[in-house]
């Protein structure tokens, strides 16, 4: 029902459409960009999973293409930003602006009379711009980059029935989707974190030009762990070489990683403390709401870090890493970071489909609760299978998830 009803809004959204003249893509590849508009609503930095993807990104455009012209304008938010000094040396211009002020509005004030032929909308909130965009900047190139599909959550509301207990969640779900199908549909081109989401909401429009461009890592390796201090009140009570770590690494303003958070405490949590006596799991990253975990982190074996500057030492000290997952769209980057630790991982079965890395060699991939623990116990336990499998998740890592082995698709979806 509900897919007959998004149906049904997809064809009106279409027929409402501006007859604009269709983007050519060819005609595009063979113009080189000249100048770039990044609207972006987390500032590029470290401080985030996203930010830190759209920063690793935009350092590989610059390094592409020295000579283009690249102009940010980003919301600020200091209860999440930091880390993005190196903005500065990326971008020629920069426009740091609060929530209010990340409007249309501001955006004609900055760049009224400035020419663009390549408008880039990061996340779904940038979305709102679509259509000022199109009107100042006739012929540029508009790039929407959703990095969550709204249209899987309203999905996975339906399939799991959760739309009898959270009737507001799914009204937003919906409301959210319908937003995402009108921002695609007036753009040139969607890029998704995952070929999963891409054929996800190819399902709702099926004549979308989009294509995917995974999360990475950074080329440079990581320093070692005897480098970095790690005490202080960050760090909380717990003593690494003392215990059988199992790390959880995220950005907690994402509804996906605080379900897929839940899920494990919940389910996966308390069949490994069975197991492994002197097991601790870690949970580390920005956005927590610290209302939800006050509920969630209620086990002496349980240690909420949060934020921490750098977390190398304790990525390089653990012993598991895990990628539980509700739903199995968005980025796939706390697969690859782990990997770059050499800290082997598990993660939820569907997340695995289109990695490269292998079931039983690189990773240990777990189709439900039970099969989770399983492969976190037994990991727990053998120091020769955790080194095993970290250090071939490292070969695939370095070999097929650097930005630069997604230079060319770089250079394309950019025109560099």
Same mark, same amino acid.
């Given at each position: 029902?509900?897919?007959?009803?998004?149906?049904?809004?997809?064809?009106?959204?279409?027929?409402?459409?501006?007859?604009?003249? @269709?983007?050519?893509?060819?005609?595009?590849?063979?113009? @080189?960009?000249?100048?770039?508009? %990044?609207?972006?609503?987390?500032?590029?930095?470290?401080?985030?999973?996203?930010? %830190?993807?759209?920063?690793?990104?935009?350092?590989?455009?610059?390094?592409?293409?020295?000579?283009?012209?690249?102009?940010?304008?980003?919301?600020?938010?200091?209860?999440?930003?930091?880390?993005?000094? /190196?903005?500065? =040396?990326?971008?020629? &211009?920069?426009?740091?602006?609060?929530?209010?002020?990340?409007?249309?509005?501001?955006?004609?004030?900055?760049?009224?009379?400035?020419?663009?032929?390549?408008?880039? %909308?990061?996340?779904?909130?940038?979305?709102?711009?679509?259509?000022?965009?199109?009107?100042?900047?006739?012929?540029?190139?508009?790039?929407?980059?959703?990095?969550?599909?709204?249209?899987?959550?309203?999905?996975?509301?339906?399939?799991?029935?959760?739309?009898? %207990?959270?009737?507001?969640?799914?009204? &937003?779900?919906?409301?959210?989707?319908? @937003? /995402?199908?009108?921002?695609?549909?007036?753009?040139?081109?969607?890029?998704?974190?995952?070929?999963?989401? /891409?054929? /996800?909401?190819?399902?709702?429009?099926?004549?979308?030009?989009?294509?995917?461009?995974?999360?990475?890592?950074?080329?440079?390796?990581?320093?070692?762990?005897?480098?970095?201090?790690?005490?202080?009140?960050?760090?909380?009570?717990?003593?690494?070489?003392?215990?059988?770590?199992?790390?959880?690494?995220?950005?907690?303003?994402?509804? =996906?990683?605080?379900?897929?958070?839940?899920?494990?405490?919940?389910?996966?949590?308390?069949?490994?403390?069975?197991?492994?006596?002197?097991?601790?799991?870690?949970?580390?990253?920005?956005?927590?709401?610290?209302?939800?975990?006050?509920?969630?982190?209620?086990?002496?074996?349980?240690? !909420?870090?949060? &934020?921490? =500057?750098?977390?190398?030492?304790?990525?390089?000290?653990?012993?598991?890493?895990?990628?539980?997952?509700?739903?199995?769209?968005?980025?796939?980057?706390?697969?690859?970071?782990?990997?770059?630790?050499? !800290?082997?991982?598990?993660?939820?079965?569907?997340?695995?489909?289109?990695?490269?890395?292998?079931?039983?060699?690189?990773?240990?991939?777990?189709?439900?609760?039970?099969?989770?623990?399983?492969?976190?116990?037994?990991?727990?336990?053998?120091?020769?299978?955790?080194?095993?499998?970290?250090?071939?998740?490292?070969?695939?890592?370095?070999?097929?998830?650097?930005?630069?082995?997604?230079?060319?698709?770089?250079?394309?979806?950019?025109?560099?």
């Amino acid at each position: 029902m509900f897919k007959c009803i998004l149906g049904q809004l997809v064809r009106c959204i279409t027929l409402s459409r501006n007859h604009r003249a @269709q983007f050519d893509l060819g005609k595009f590849n063979m113009c @080189q960009v000249q100048n770039i508009l %990044l609207l972006s609503y987390y500032v590029p930095c470290i401080g985030h999973a996203g930010g %830190l993807r759209v920063l690793d990104l935009y350092r590989k455009i610059r390094e592409l293409a020295p000579s283009v012209n690249i102009t940010l304008l980003a919301r600020t938010d200091n209860n999440i930003d930091w880390g993005f000094d /190196e903005i500065y =040396e990326i971008f020629d &211009e920069v426009y740091l602006v609060s929530k209010d002020d990340f409007s249309p509005s501001v955006l004609k004030r900055f760049v009224d009379g400035k020419l663009f032929d390549c408008i880039d %909308l990061q996340f779904h909130q940038s979305g709102k711009f679509v259509s000022l965009a199109r009107n100042m900047f006739v012929n540029a190139r508009i790039i929407f980059s959703p990095l969550e599909i709204q249209s899987r959550w309203l999905w996975e509301r339906v399939r799991t029935r959760a739309v009898h %207990l959270d009737l507001i969640g799914l009204i &937003e779900s919906i409301y959210l989707t319908i @937003q /995402e199908i009108y921002y695609a549909n007036n753009t040139d081109l969607v890029v998704c974190v995952s070929p999963v989401d /891409e054929r /996800e909401i190819k399902k709702v429009l099926p004549h979308l030009k989009s294509i995917y461009l995974p999360t990475c890592v950074p080329n440079h390796n990581p320093k070692p762990a005897e480098d970095h201090d790690i005490d202080g009140p960050e760090r909380g009570t717990f003593n690494l070489n003392e215990t059988l770590t199992v790390v959880y690494f995220a950005h907690w303003g994402s509804g =996906e990683n605080m379900a897929s958070l839940q899920w494990y405490i919940h389910n996966v949590h308390p069949l490994v403390k069975a197991e492994v006596f002197n097991y601790k799991l870690v949970i580390l990253g920005r956005g927590m709401i610290s209302e939800a975990c006050d509920k969630l982190v209620k086990d002496s074996a349980i240690e !909420l870090i949060g &934020e921490i =500057e750098d977390p190398s030492a304790i990525f390089q000290r653990a012993s598991v890493g895990i990628s539980p997952s509700v739903i199995g769209g968005g980025m796939k980057g706390k697969i690859h970071q782990y990997a770059r630790y050499r !800290l082997p991982c598990v993660a939820s079965f569907k997340l695995g489909e289109d990695l490269l890395y292998e079931q039983g060699s690189s990773i240990l991939f777990a189709d439900n609760a039970g099969e989770f623990a399983e492969h976190c116990v037994k990991l727990l336990n053998n120091p020769e299978l955790r080194n095993g499998i970290g250090d071939r998740a490292y070969d695939v890592c370095s070999k097929s998830y650097s930005w630069e082995s997604y230079s060319a698709d770089i250079r394309n979806i950019y025109g560099l």
